[in-house]
C-alpha cells in the first residue's frame, strides 16, 4: 500500500507535532505527502493551511503570525485560520480576496499535541482518562522522523514473537521464541489485543519497576486505533501502569513521523522520567533498527505472495484485512508500487 494514494486514509486524525512547537510560530508539516502549515493565531486557536501562498506558491510556513492572520514571507498577503485572504498591502483598500483561496485542515489540540485530518474525520481522536487523572502523570518521549511504513510500525506493536529476537538485549529471552498469543477484539476502526507476556529484566529495567526480580509477566492491553495509533497498556505485576501512546504520522510513502508519550501511574521521586525515557528509547532503537531495513510498500494483500507468514502474525494479518475492508467502503482499492507496471502490461495485452 502507498498511504500517499489511498484517499480515505486522509480522514483520520493524526499527531503532527508537539504544541510547543507552534508557540514559536508557523511550522510546516507534510502529512500524507500534502504540504500544511500549523500555526497558532492571537485568539489562541491553533489552525492548518495548506502551505502554499496562492499568489505565487511561496511556503507560508516562512512567514509570521499577526494578530489572527499568517503573513505570506513574499508580497505579504495575509490568511486568517480558515484560508480567507484577509489582506493585500499593495491593494489595502481591497481588504483582501473573496473566498477560502487557501485550503485549511482540521485541526485541534489533544494531549499537549496538535492534531491534523485532511478531510472530514471517520473516527474521533481517542479519548484517555489518564489525561486527566492527578494520579497519572504523562511523559512526552518522542519526535522523530522513521524511514519506513506507519503500519510497519504498528504491526510490530503487536507482534509478540519480534520481542524475543529484536529486544533480546533489553527484555527478551532468545531461547524462548514462541510467547504466547494475544486475545483480539474486533472493534469499529481498530481491534484490542490482550496478553501476557513474561520478559527478562535487566538493571535499569529492575530499578524503574523497583523489581528485582528476573522475569516479569507484563500484562499487555494493545489497542489499535486506524490506521496508524497505538496505545500499549502494560500493568505490572505491582499494579504499575506503563501506558504508551506512539502514532506513526504518515508524511509520505517512506516516512512516519514518530510522535510517542507515555502515562505513568507512579512519580518522579519513584522514577525519573529521564530514566523511563531511557529505557524507552533503547527499546524503540532496536525495533528502529530493524523496521528502517523494510520495504515500505506492506502488501495489504496476504495472498499476493509478497511476504509469507506464520500464527503469531495475526494481529497484523487483520490490520491489512480491515485495512482492505476501509478502503473498499470508500470505493478504493489497494495501491502499491507494481500498479505502473501492471497497468502498462494490460495496456499491452489489450493492444
Ligand atoms: Fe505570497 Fe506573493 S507569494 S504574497
Ligand atoms: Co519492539
Same mark, same amino acid.
Request: glycine share 6%.
Given at each position: 500500500?502507498?498511504?500517499?494514494?489511498?484517499?480515505?486514509?486522509?480522514?483520520?486524525w493524526y499527531p503532527v507535532m508537539p504544541v510547543g512547537k507552534v508557540e514559536a510560530g508557523p511550522q510546516?508539516f507534510?502529512?500524507?505527502?500534502?504540504?500544511?502549515?500549523v500555526w497558532k493565531a492571537?485568539?489562541g486557536d491553533v489552525v492548518a493551511?495548506?502551505?502554499?501562498?496562492?499568489?505565487?506558491?511561496?511556503?507560508?510556513?516562512?512567514?509570521?503570525v499577526?494578530?489572527?492572520?499568517?503573513?505570506?514571507?513574499?508580497?505579504?498577503?495575509?490568511?486568517?485560520?480558515?484560508?480567507?485572504?484577509?489582506?493585500?498591502?499593495?491593494? @489595502?483598500?481591497?481588504?483582501?480576496?473573496?473566498?477560502?483561496?487557501?485550503?485549511?485542515?482540521?485541526c485541534t489540540v489533544r494531549y499537549g499535541h496538535v492534531w491534523v485530518?485532511?478531510?472530514?474525520?471517520?473516527?474521533?481522536i481517542?479519548?484517555? @482518562?489518564?489525561e486527566?487523572?492527578?494520579?497519572?502523570?504523562r511523559?512526552d518521549?518522542?519526535y522523530?522522523?522513521?524511514?519506513?511504513?506507519?503500519?510497519?510500525?504498528?504491526?510490530?506493536?503487536?507482534?509478540?514473537?519480534?520481542?524475543?529476537?529484536?529486544?533480546?538485549?533489553?527484555?527478551?529471552?532468545?531461547?524462548?521464541?514462541?510467547?504466547?498469543?494475544?486475545?483480539?477484539?474486533?472493534?469499529?476502526?481498530?481491534?484490542?489485543?490482550?496478553?501476557?507476556?513474561?520478559?527478562?529484566?535487566?538493571?535499569?529495567?529492575?530499578?524503574?519497576?523497583?523489581?528485582?526480580?528476573?522475569?516479569?509477566?507484563?500484562?499487555?492491553?494493545?489497542?489499535?486505533?486506524?490506521?496508524?495509533?497505538?496505545?500499549?497498556?502494560?500493568?505490572?505485576?505491582?499494579?504499575?501502569?506503563?501506558?504508551?501512546?506512539?502514532a506513526?504520522t504518515?508524511?509520505?510513502?517512506?516516512?512516519?513521523q514518530?510522535v510517542?508519550f507515555?502515562?505513568?501511574?507512579?512519580?518522579?521521586?519513584?522514577? @525519573?522520567?529521564?530514566?523511563?525515557?531511557?529505557?524507552?528509547?533503547?527499546?524503540?532503537?532496536?525495533?528502529?533498527?530493524?523496521?528502517?531495513?523494510?520495504?515500505?510498500?506492506? @502488501?495489504?494483500?496476504?495472498?499476493?505472495?509478497?511476504?509469507?507468514?506464520?500464527?503469531?502474525?495475526?494481529?497484523?494479518?487483520?490490520?491489512?484485512?480491515?485495512?482492505?475492508?476501509?478502503?473498499?467502503?470508500?470505493?478504493?482499492?489497494?495501491?502499491?508500487?507494481?500498479?505502473?507496471?501492471?497497468?502498462?502490461?494490460?495496456?499491452?495485452?489489450?493492444?
Amino acid at each position: 500500500m502507498l498511504v500517499t494514494r489511498q484517499k480515505t486514509l486522509r480522514r483520520f486524525w493524526y499527531p503532527v507535532m508537539p504544541v510547543g512547537k507552534v508557540e514559536a510560530g508557523p511550522q510546516p508539516f507534510t502529512l500524507l505527502g500534502e504540504k500544511i502549515v500549523v500555526w497558532k493565531a492571537a485568539d489562541g486557536d491553533v489552525v492548518a493551511l495548506a502551505d502554499r501562498c496562492p499568489h505565487r506558491s511561496a511556503a507560508l510556513s516562512l512567514g509570521w503570525v499577526d494578530g489572527n492572520a499568517i503573513v505570506c514571507p513574499y508580497h505579504g498577503w495575509s490568511y486568517d485560520g480558515s484560508g480567507t485572504c484577509v489582506r493585500v498591502p499593495q491593494r @489595502p483598500e481591497s481588504n483582501g480576496l473573496k473566498g477560502r483561496v487557501v485550503p485549511s485542515f482540521p485541526c485541534t489540540v489533544r494531549y499537549g499535541h496538535v492534531w491534523v485530518a485532511l478531510g472530514e474525520p471517520l473516527a474521533p481522536i481517542p479519548d484517555w @482518562p489518564e489525561e486527566d487523572d492527578a494520579s497519572y502523570r504523562r511523559i512526552d518521549q518522542f519526535y522523530e522522523t522513521w524511514r519506513c511504513a506507519g503500519l510497519r510500525l504498528m504491526e510490530n506493536s503487536f507482534d509478540n514473537a519480534h520481542i524475543h529476537f529484536v529486544h533480546r538485549d533489553t527484555f527478551g529471552d532468545i531461547d524462548n521464541p514462541d510467547p504466547p498469543q494475544p486475545a483480539i477484539e474486533r472493534l469499529p476502526y481498530g481491534f484490542v489485543a490482550r496478553s501476557d507476556v513474561p520478559v527478562y529484566n535487566n538493571e535499569l529495567q529492575k530499578k524503574n519497576l523497583r523489581d528485582d526480580s528476573a522475569v516479569t509477566i507484563r500484562h499487555i492491553t494493545a489497542r489499535w486505533y486506524m490506521p496508524f495509533l497505538r496505545r500499549l497498556h502494560i500493568r505490572y505485576p505491582s499494579g504499575l501502569d506503563h501506558i504508551i501512546v506512539t502514532a506513526a504520522t504518515p508524511i509520505a510513502d517512506d516516512r512516519c513521523q514518530v510522535v510517542q508519550f507515555c502515562f505513568r501511574s507512579d512519580s518522579e521521586a519513584d522514577a @525519573p522520567a529521564r530514566d523511563i525515557i531511557a529505557f524507552d528509547r533503547r527499546v524503540t532503537e532496536e525495533d528502529r533498527a530493524v523496521l528502517e531495513s523494510t520495504d515500505f510498500d506492506v @502488501p495489504l494483500d496476504m495472498n499476493s505472495g509478497v511476504e509469507r507468514h506464520m500464527p503469531s502474525d495475526q494481529p497484523g494479518l487483520l490490520m491489512r484485512r480491515m485495512l482492505i475492508e476501509l478502503l473498499a467502503a470508500h470505493g478504493e482499492s489497494e495501491h502499491t508500487r507494481h500498479d505502473a507496471g501492471r497497468a502498462t502490461q494490460e495496456q499491452k495485452s489489450s493492444s
